[in-house]
Nanobody
Framework: EVQLVESGGGSVQAGGSLSVSCAASGMSGGAYCMGWFRRSPGKEREAVAV????????QYLSSVRGRFTISQDSEKNILHLEMSALTPEDTATYYC?????????????????WGQGTQVTVSS
C-alpha cells in the first residue's frame, strides 16, 4: 500500500515563498505519476503540477507555471514543490498524490493514492 505524507507549507505574505514535501513509501519498482493538487474553500480541486518518476517529465497548471517547481529525490522517494511569488489565490490545502502509469503523466490523470494534505496560506 502506497502511503504519502506531506510536510511543509504554512503561512506567508504575498510575494513570498514556501515549499511542501511528500515522503512516499510502499511504492513498487514501476513508474508513477506523482503530483500536487490543491483545494480551497468554494473551489474545485485542481491539479497543480505532476511529475513522471521514470524520466522527470513535468506538467504545470498554467497559473503556477514559472512560479512553482516540482521535483523528486528518487533515492529518498520524496516529492517536492517549491512555490515562489505566492499570491492569496494560491491559498489552499495542498495534497500529494500518485498513481502507477506506463507513460502518460498529465494533469488530468486521476490519482489512486492521496496524502492527508497540508495548508498553505498566503496573506495580502
Amino acid at each position: 500500500e502506497v502511503q504519502l505524507v506531506e510536510s511543509g507549507g504554512g503561512s506567508v505574505q504575498a510575494g513570498g515563498s514556501l515549499s511542501v514535501s511528500c515522503a512516499a513509501s510502499g511504492m513498487s519498482g514501476g513508474a508513477y505519476c506523482m503530483g500536487w493538487f490543491r483545494r480551497s474553500p468554494g473551489k474545485e480541486r485542481e491539479a497543480v503540477a505532476v511529475l513522471f518518476t521514470r524520466d522527470g517529465r513535468t506538467q504545470y497548471l498554467s497559473s503556477v507555471r514559472g512560479r512553482f517547481t516540482i521535483s523528486q529525490d528518487s533515492e529518498k522517494n520524496i516529492l517536492h514543490l517549491e512555490m515562489s511569488a505566492l499570491t492569496p489565490e494560491d491559498t489552499a490545502t495542498y495534497y500529494c498524490a500518485a498513481r502507477e502509469v506506463n507513460n502518460r503523466c498529465t494533469l488530468d490523470r486521476t490519482p489512486r493514492y492521496w496524502g492527508q494534505g497540508t495548508q498553505v496560506t498566503v496573506s495580502s
